[in-house]
């Protein structure tokens, strides 16, 4: 008997709300919370910030860079480094879209590799998994996966001072 009232009860709260009319929040909305953080500066309004810019992280092994020319609405023209000491690296130059938070990557200058990496309006960050083709772009023993950047300045200009080892500069002006 209990059972039966306990399933009784969650089913009629499970109904709750169906009937309400009311704005529906899309997809691409943020929540309370992530807007309240975006209104106090905590963090940037990712569908405001642009990709344009260039991207490092330092370790230890060196300095790991990434470069975004261009803007949303017409794509961009990337390049980047990740470098795991002084003859271990991974290096390329392709090109990229993006959607919100996703950014699809594709790295043109050897084999084609094409893959989906993150972007939070700070922080760029590379999958864990990557397609075969990418390790063309790569020494042994080194490559982009899980790699990531962090936004150091905004704009074309910034970006097209981004040097790499085998390219003089990542994002050439056109």
Same mark, same amino acid.
């Given at each position: ?8 009860l969650?089913m009629?709260?499970a109904?709750?709300?169906?009937g ?18 975006i209104d ?6 990712v569908?405001?910030v642009t990709l344009?810019?260039?991207f ?20 961009y023209q ?17 090109e990229a ?12 200058s050897e084999?084609?590799?094409?893959f989906t990496?993150r ?7 590379m999958?864990?998994?990557?397609? =075969?083709?990418?390790a063309?772009?790569c ?6 996966n899980?790699?990531s950047?962090y936004?150091?300045?905004?704009? =074309?200009a910034v970006?097209r001072?981004t040097?790499?080892r085998d ?8």
């Open positions: 008997m209990r059972l039966a009232v306990a399933l009784l969650t009629s709260l109904g709750c709300g169906a309400e009319s009311g704005p529906e929040e899309p997809a691409a909305e943020v929540s309370s919370l992530e807007q309240a953080a106090a500066g905590v963090i940037p309004d569908r405001k344009s810019g260039a490092e992280r330092q370790s230890d092994l060196g300095t790991d860079s990434f470069c975004a020319v261009g803007n949303d609405e017409n794509g990337v390049g980047m480094i990740a470098v795991f000491g002084p003859d271990s690296k991974c290096e390329g130059m392709g879209e993006r959607d919100g938070e996703n950014v699809r990557i594709t790295l043109n084999e084609k590799c094409s990496a972007f939070d309006g700070v922080e760029l960050k999958p864990g998994a990557l397609p =075969d083709s990418c063309s772009y020494s042994p023993r080194a490559g982009f899980g790699v950047f936004m150091i300045g905004e704009g =074309d970006a001072s040097s790499g390219f003089d500069n990542l994002c050439p002006a056109p």
